[in-house]
Structure formats: structure tokens, C-alpha cells
């Protein structure tokens, strides 16, 4: 068995007044290791329940000994099944994963949620989305020109809205020393691209740094959705930082008057639920807040330093 990867998770409302995504990284009994994305569609009360339910049955399945396609179908069938109920029709997810088996792993994708591999080369997707932008890209469209269309958001294929559904699968492929897995949603890659991804991840301390570093940018550079990332990391990603250095902690505003303000000035405050491992769940932190921080710890050491002298 090979060492376990250190993982990490961020996910966050953004500017939607809901959140439909849903996040999963655990260590199974057996060693293994799970991780996955599902981004709900069906409005509050409907995509959530999707998405989480999708991550529940994933989970259970993949406990039980079951394929990680087969999973998936299962995960289809139980929100197939969950939205004959009233105010759930329609409503559905895209879903992707990760299963990691000792020195191997395998990725599964429904939807345009998406799956990458980081490493001292940059960042490269090894799912393919589910959507009509990426079926009018295929025709010849450039991607400036099918994000234009009306049907921009339009998703060939997802969890739930069907009695079946197809899967793609890829791998199992060796765990590489030095890399990482980055699953996320579309609300990241929306604003950032493929080069943003690497670059981000480059400056960041660990796989925590940098899962809160991509969904805060996400947010600054005007992301319309909900916005989640997931990581695996396999020794350590070369970084433009020194490794084992850690991002400043951050303790989220009083709840009635941090989120109240920001909604006073017409800016939703972004909430979040994070971790690295066994990390408890906080908010990803605005990026003045990190400066801010920064700066104050600066002035402390140089008043330190003069005051020694």
C-alpha cells in the first residue's frame, strides 16, 4: 500500500443565495480513498438534495464492494427515483470521482464537473464535459462562440434525469510520485483557465493552500456559481513556495453581522465548508482578508526585530 495522499476540499456559495454542490473525501474501512464533486441543478430544495444524495449512494456503493461505473449508476438510479416527488422533477447532477486502490486509481465523470491532473507541468483535464459547449467546440464552434449561445449551460448528459445513464470511466492509471488530483466544479473553471489552475496551485503551500487559493480567485474573478474543489496530493507538486509552509488561518465573521454587511453593500459574503484530512470545516478566506493578515505579521516581526535590537 502506498502512502495515503494528503487531501483537502473547498466549497462554497459564491454569489448563488444557495448552495447545490456537494463535496466527498474519506478514507474508506478498507483503505481506499473517495473523493468526489456533484453539482446539483433544480433550484434550492432540488439541487441540493441531488447532489448530496448522489455522494451518499457513491459512497455506500463503493463501501459495498461495487464498481465505480456501477456506482455511478446506482447513485443515477436513486435521484431518478427521488424526483417523482413533488417539487423534485427535473431535477438532477453531474458527479465526478475519484477511487483510489493502493498504488492506482480511477476517475468516473457524468455532467461537466471535471477531473485534473496537476503536476510540475501544469495542470491537464482527464475527463471530458458533458455539455453542449463542448459538443459545439467538437463541430468547429471556438469556445468564445459556444459560450455565447443560449444553451451555454445546456448539459448533454447528468445524473438523475433519466432511468439510465452512460459513464465514463478512465483508468486505472499509477499513482505518479509528486502529483495531484483536482476535481472541481464548474463554477471554478468557468473564470479560470487550464494555465490559471497550474499557476495557482504552483503558489500555494499544500493541497489546503491551494484549494482555498483556486476557489477564492474563482470568487474575485466574478464567478456566477457555486464553486468546489477537491484534492488528492501525492508527494509534493513543485511549488514556486517552500513546501510544509501553510496558508494564515482565518476565523469566519460573527455569522448575523459578517453576512449581513456583505449583503448591506449588494456583495453576498461567500460561505464555505473546507478541509485538509481531518481539518474541521471553516470558510475560505476573501482574498484582503489574507493581505490584511499578511501585512499585520510583517509589521509585527520588524517592530519585533527593532525593539531586540
Not at 11 to 18: C, D, E
Not at 266 to 277: H, T
Request: net charge negative; charged share 25%.
Amino acid at each position: 500500500m502506498s502512502e495515503q495522499p494528503r487531501l483537502a476540499v473547498e466549497s462554497i456559495a459564491g454569489l448563488r443565495p444557495y448552495q447545490e454542490d456537494a463535496v466527498l473525501s474519506e478514507t474508506l474501512p478498507d483503505g481506499r480513498t473517495l473523493m468526489a464533486i456533484a453539482d446539483g441543478m433544480g433550484g434550492h430544495a432540488a439541487g441540493e438534495v441531488a447532489s448530496a444524495l448522489a455522494l451518499e449512494t457513491l459512497s455506500d456503493a463503493v463501501q459495498r464492494g461495487q464498481a465505480l461505473d456501477d456506482a455511478f449508476r446506482l447513485a443515477n438510479e436513486r435521484v431518478h427515483l427521488k424526483a417523482r416527488d413533488p417539487g423534485k422533477q427535473g431535477m438532477g447532477t453531474t458527479l465526478v470521482a475519484m477511487l483510489l486502490d493502493g498504488d492506482s486509481y480511477q476517475i468516473a465523470n457524468v455532467g461537466d464537473s471535471r477531473c485534473y491532473l496537476v503536476d510540475g507541468d501544469g495542470a491537464r483535464r482527464i475527463t471530458e464535459d458533458h455539455s453542449f459547449v463542448m459538443e459545439a467546440i467538437k463541430r468547429g464552434q471556438s469556445e468564445e462562440q459556444a459560450m455565447a449561445s443560449q444553451w451555454k449551460d445546456v448539459l448533454t448528459r447528468c445524473i438523475g434525469t433519466e432511468p439510465e445513464v452512460e459513464v465514463d470511466l478512465f483508468g486505472p492509471f499509477p499513482v505518479d510520485p509528486n502529483t495531484a488530483i483536482l476535481l472541481c466544479s464548474d463554477g471554478l473553471y468557468k473564470v479560470l483557465s487550464d494555465a490559471d489552475l497550474s499557476g495557482m496551485f504552483a503558489k500555494s503551500g499544500g493541497p489546503r493552500g491551494a484549494a482555498q487559493s483556486l476557489v477564492a480567485n474563482a470568487y474575485e474573478a466574478g464567478s456566477d456559481d457555486n464553486i468546489s474543489v477537491a484534492i488528492a496530493e501525492f508527494g509534493e507538486v513543485p511549488r514556486d513556495r517552500p513546501a510544509g509552509t501553510v496558508p494564515i488561518e482565518y476565523e469566519p465573521p460573527d455569522e448575523a453581522g459578517g453576512s449581513e454587511a456583505a449583503v448591506a453593500q449588494g456583495e453576498p459574503a461567500p460561505s464555505a465548508a473546507s478541509s485538509e484530512s481531518d481539518v474541521p470545516a471553516r470558510r475560505g478566506p476573501p482574498m484582503a482578508v489574507i493581505i490584511t493578515v499578511a501585512v499585520g505579521l510583517i509589521a509585527a516581526v520588524i517592530a519585533f526585530v527593532a525593539f531586540g535590537r
